[in-house]
């Protein structure tokens, strides 16, 4: 606020000009601002006498207020008074000639741009208001709508939904289904480490039989050296019999050659030849003997060879026969484990199988289980937040309805009324002109008077 105060002649006349500036909260949030001038004169006296004396005084005021919150008033005050009486000399009279000069009372230039302000102000108010308005009755329809989904809601039987134990129970067969699973997982892996084990141990003869075959064969290589080796030394000795026997043929021939000259001889010569050496030579007796020895050498030679190949190539027979039945047997076992090892290996491998898709069926079983859970909880949960939000707004609702209130602004001689709701709305507004005056003893006077500004009234 700004106050400026002027004091002439030692206080006998003051103008006071003071400018307030006012906010007002109207409902709707909506400031206001109010300006006030006022302009006051103290009053004036004097007094003279004549001859017994005379005295009189005079006092007045000058009051001027204009109020921009809707009211323009001024008032103008005077009175006066005298009296008569004596007894004092009449002394001279002085005059101030400042208390003379004409009073300022111009009017404020920045009250029409605060009026101006001021109906910008009220026309904004009455859009707000009227929105306002709008959204009561939007509200109001709303409000309607939500009592009638109540007493609808409230009409219906509301019956306890099983769905929560049907899902438990399909839980629960799910759950036993699981539990059943893994007991058969925990049994087949029992299994598959037993068949694990047997295959190992199968696996360990299988090694071991290829060891013995390996030995047996080198074996087997090293006899058939020997066998080749008697083989070669009986044909040696059959070559050398066949050399001595062509030999033992080749002396017969020469010595009967022989034999057939001396006889030829013998008979071409007569000559008779008495020896007294008592000696009588037989070469046929000789060369029967050396035959006879020589084929005996030969024929022991030759049945000691054949002998001794004999009992070798029995021997190797009889050897080559048990290693190759043992062979033959170590094949046959070596077959039959290939056999068992390739049926447990396709046996393992289909359990294998059946074990993954067994886990991919409690797998999915799982998923689909938890999905169907999640879903039947959060349409709970919608239902639920739903049902809560309708309870919430019907509350409000109720507690709208119930509740009214209103704003005013007045200034001067004019109102705007508030308004009411609850189910109904109503705005009203108007202007009014009024003047007044009031009159004061006390040596001075006060008149008031208010103008508002013209608005037009409406009603929603």
Avoid: C
Wanted: proline share 1%; hydrophobic share 30%; aromatic share 8%.
């Amino acid at each position: 606020s700004e106050t400026r105060a002027v004091l002439y002649s030692g206080g006998t006349t003051s103008i006071r000009r003071s400018f307030t500036s006012q906010s007002m909260i109207a409902p709707g949030s909506t400031r206001m601002s109010s300006g006030s001038v006022r302009r006051s004169g103290a009053g004036f006296g004097g007094g003279m006498g004549m001859g017994g004396g005379m005295g009189g005084g005079s006092g007045g005021g000058f009051s001027y207020s204009s109020s921009s919150a809707g009211g323009y008033g001024g008032g103008l005050g005077a009175g006066f008074g005298g009296g008569m009486g004596g007894g004092y000399p009449i002394t001279a009279v002085t005059t101030n000639q400042s208390l003379l000069a004409p009073l300022n009372l111009e009017i404020d230039p920045n009250i029409q741009v605060v009026r101006t302000h001021e109906k910008e102000q009220i026309k904004t108010l009455n859009n707000r208001f009227a929105s306002f308005i709008d959204k009561v009755r939007f509200l109001e329809q709303q409000n309607k709508m939500l009592e009638t989904k109540w007493s609808l809601l409230q009409d219906q039987t509301t019956t306890r939904s099983n769905i929560d134990a049907m899902f438990e129970a399909y839980i629960s067969n799910l759950r036993r289904q699981l539990d059943g699973l893994g007991n058969e997982k925990m049994k087949l892996e029992g299994e598959l480490k037993n068949m694990q084990g047997l295959v190992e141990d199968f696996k360990n003869k299988y090694e071991d039989e290829i060891n013995k075959r390996a030995s047996v064969e080198n074996e087997f290589v090293l006899l058939k050296k020997d066998v080749d080796g008697a083989y070669m030394n009986k044909v040696e000795l059959e070559a050398k019999v066949d050399a001595l026997q062509d030999e033992i043929n080749f002396l017969r021939a020469v010595y009967e050659a022989e034999l057939h000259e001396l006889q030829g001889q013998i008979k071409d010569t007569s000559v008779v030849v008495e020896m007294d050496n008592s000696r009588n030579l037989d070469m046929d007796s000789i060369v029967a003997e050396v035959r006879a020895q020589y084929e005996d050498i030969a024929n022991r030679s030759r049945a000691e060879a054949e002998t001794w190949y004999k009992q070798k190539y029995e021997e190797m027979q009889s050897s080559a026969g048990q290693y190759g039945e043992d062979l033959r047997s170590t094949k046959a076992e070596i077959a039959e484990i290939n056999r068992m090892i390739s049926r447990l290996q396709n046996e393992i491998e289909s359990v294998k199988g059946q074990r993954a898709n067994l886990e991919a069926q409690i797998a999915e079983a799982e998923e689909r289980g938890e999905m169907a859970v999640k879903d039947a909880k959060l349409r709970i949960k919608d239902l639920e937040d739903a049902l809560q939000r309708a309870k919430q707004d019907m509350a409000r609702q109720v507690l709208k309805a119930g509740y009214s209130g209103g704003f005013g602004y007045g200034g001067g001689s004019g109102s705007y009324g508030g308004g009411s709701f609850g189910g109904s709305s109503s705005f009203g507004g108007g202007s009014s002109f009024g003047g007044g005056s009031s009159f004061g003893s006390g040596g001075g006077a006060t008149i008031t008077k208010s103008v508002t500004s013209t608005s037009s009234s409406r009603r929603f």
